[in-house]
């Protein structure tokens, strides 16, 4: 989408991308930024932060914002997700609870809708194929992940998982959860009382993120070790896995050594199907899955790179500038950036080559 944010980008390399045209959201939160979430029918994002709240904002075709609504929650704020059709959003966080806004309602006061034992890591709506209404599912530090019908109080069903929830993501019948100790459970929402498969994560450190393929015949897995693993669902393709390195420097003058940085964020581009990488590097790169090949990188950002997502139609690339906790709490200092800023994304920057094929 050409000059989606003002004039022409400056010149690009083949590899090196182009941060000059990036424009900061209005009005950011006030502490780290932990998810980012675009509604699938407009250019609104909604944006949830250690500061206890969760903000939306509209964000038109110059890459001008403005906040639209907010709610708190009563502790710390860990994920946030849009109803499908865009009416609806859910946060939940440190306060082990999930909490509903009705953007129809006209008030900021979010509805309890869900409630853990422990801190709610991640939520996300969910359409379960026998079922009429749309469901919310949230994964928690109590090891459980959670079905709920938003009519009801209570749980419909609970999946009891081998640790803790560090990350979840869903894409039409494939949810995929990611554990502490490397657990990764598949589960066919046909069948979302059971797990369809569950293995070892290919990385050999711990679990960050996982993002699912957007024909959902996979998934991609990012570790704090600076590594992604590209993984399919089914026996039938396990030669396609592979696992790659990414978001690691070498010092200078250093050749023998690598400073490796976690991969805090993956996202797929909606139409064409090749996806990103984000670290605490403060880099964030696009690659060709299928070729095996990396589209473009970016120069360094100035701080960690905490969530990234795409907007409906893959026109624009929001990433979230703020301290990740990865050096503890003595590095949280009041000098580190705290921003969301917006990428306009050119086709030639995250589309795959013409006549690159499955490798």
């Not at 914002?65 to 946060?91: C, N, Y």
């Not at 598949?186 to 993120?209: A, M």
């Not at 200092?333 to 990428?343: D, G, I, R």
């Amino acid at each position: 989408m050409a000059g989606l944010f003002g004039g022409a980008a400056q010149q690009q390399t083949p590899t090196q991308g182009d941060l000059s045209k990036d424009i900061a959201l209005t009005n950011p939160p006030e502490d780290s930024i932990s998810d980012l979430s675009f509604s699938s029918q407009s250019d609104h994002l909604a944006v949830a932060s250690w500061d206890k709240k969760v903000r939306i904002y509209e964000i038109n075709s110059n890459g001008e914002s403005a906040g639209k609504a907010m709610f708190e929650h009563q502790g710390p704020v860990l994920s946030v997700h849009w109803s499908k059709d865009g009416t609806k959003v859910v946060g939940a966080g440190a306060d082990k609870a999930a909490r509903m806004l009705d953007l129809q309602s006209g008030s900021n006061n979010a509805q309890q809708v869900a409630v853990h034992e422990q801190p709610i890591r991640v939520t996300r709506f969910v359409d379960i194929p026998q079922s009429a209404q749309p469901m919310l599912v949230t994964g928690s530090w109590d090891k459980t992940v959670k079905y709920w019908d938003l009519r009801t109080p209570n749980p419909v069903a609970t999946l009891e998982c081998q640790e803790r929830v560090y990350t979840l993501d869903v894409k039409d019948k494939l949810m995929v959860i990611g554990t502490a100790d490397r657990y990764i459970n598949i589960v066919n929402l046909s069948e979302p009382q059971k797990f369809y498969k569950t293995i070892q994560s290919p990385l050999k450190w711990q679990t960050r993120v996982v993002s699912c393929f957007t024909d959902s015949t996979g998934f991609a897995v990012g570790s704090i070790e600076g590594r992604c693993a590209i993984q399919y669902v089914e026996e039938k393709d396990q030669s396609s896995n592979f696992s790659f390195k990414c978001h690691r420097e070498n010092p200078p003058n250093q050749r023998d050594i690598s400073n490796v940085y976690s991969v805090n964020a993956i996202s797929f581009h909606p139409v064409y199907g090749t996806f990103s990488t984000a670290g605490s590097d403060g880099t964030f790169h696009y690659w060709d899955k299928d070729a095996k090949h990396r589209l473009k990188g970016y120069p360094t950002v100035g701080g960690a790179i905490s969530a990234t997502t795409f907007n409906r139609t893959g026109s624009i690339f929001a990433y979230a500038v703020s301290y990740d906790w990865s050096k503890g709490f003595s590095h949280n200092t009041a000098q580190y950036p705290n921003k969301v800023m917006l990428h306009p994304v050119q086709a030639e920057e995250c589309k795959a080559k013409p006549g690159s094929k499955k490798r």
